[in-house]
T-cell receptor
Framework: GAVVSQHPSRVICKSGTSVKIECRSL??????MFWYRQFPKKSLMLMAT?????????EQGVEKDKFLINHASLTLSTLTVTSAHPEDSSFYIC?????????????????????FGAGTRLSVL | AQSVAQPEDQVNVAEGNPLTVKCTYS??????LFWYVQYPNRGLQFLLK??????LVKGSYGFEAEFNKSQTSFHLKKPSALVSDSALYFC??????????????FGKGTKLSVIP
């Protein structure tokens, strides 16, 4: 079953509004989560690394004031697209790393693996 | 810097035939290698990984991949393709722990089409 839940799966909004996307680890604590953006027929582009209790680390070229990341708990990271514009329309995917041995949760699933949410299709009109 | 190359944008194979999706990588030190599959409008699903040990790795849905250090390759294979295997496949790499990062670098993806 899914280990990472991402919500909403699809959102349509007007230009200028803000949109929040949630990423939850379901039965483990994820100190690190990642946010990716995927363009049509393209690979995944890492936007930022979300670290629980500290500021996110953004990749070069990603506007941190545009894409706000909050990782306030060990099971939830949120990405807020502020003042969205049509060029922000894309498929956004989060992932979480299963904890290493000795850390909390994860059951029998594989360590060192990034598990991905189902993605959020954002369409800005 | 690490990188992944998937030289084929698309692979077509007849149902029941063996399939191969190619991947080569570049990384400092020993690699962690992964294959993921993506169905339309969905996130990525983990298929298999190579960390250490046997070069032939078996994964989900009958897929396997062979790690070849000398050729820096990690090709994905399946003996008999199913129509339901049609999807987008991503190869990914990261350096082993100690490099200070869990970040994955993905290939551009290969679209697999299995023809009935």
């Amino acid at each position: 079953g899914a280990v990472v839940s991402q919500h909403p799966s699809r959102v349509i909004c007007k230009s200028g509004t803000s949109v929040k996307i949630e990423c939850r680890s379901l039965d483990f604590q994820a100190t690190t989560m990642f946010w990716y953006r995927q363009f049509p027929k393209k690979s995944l582009m890492l936007m930022a690394t979300s670290n629980e209790g500290s500021k996110a680390t953004y990749e070069q070229g990603v506007e941190k004031d545009k894409f706000l990341i909050n990782h306030a708990s060990l099971t939830l990271s949120t990405l807020t697209v502020t003042s969205a514009h049509p060029e922000d329309s894309s498929f956004y995917i989060c992932s979480a790393i299963l904890p290493r041995i000795g850390e909390t949760g994860g059951g029998g699933r594989g360590k060192n693996i990034q598990y991905f949410g189902a993605g959020t299709r954002l369409s800005v009109l | 810097a690490q990188s992944v190359a998937q030289p084929e944008d698309q692979v077509n194979v007849a149902e029941g035939n063996p399939l191969t999706v190619k991947c080569t990588y570049s990384v400092s030190g020993n690699p962690y290698l992964f294959w993921y599959v993506q169905y339309p409008n969905r996130g990525l699903q983990f298929l298999l990984k190579y960390i250490t040990g046997d070069n032939l790795v078996k994964g989900s849905y009958g897929f396997e991949a062979e790690f070849n250090k000398s050729q820096t390759s990690f090709h994905l294979k399946k003996p008999s393709a199913l129509v339901s295997d049609s999807a987008l496949y991503f190869c990914a790499v990261r350096a082993q722990p100690g490099a200070g990062s869990y970040q994955l670098t993905f290939g551009k993806g290969t679209k697999l089409s299995v023809i009935p």
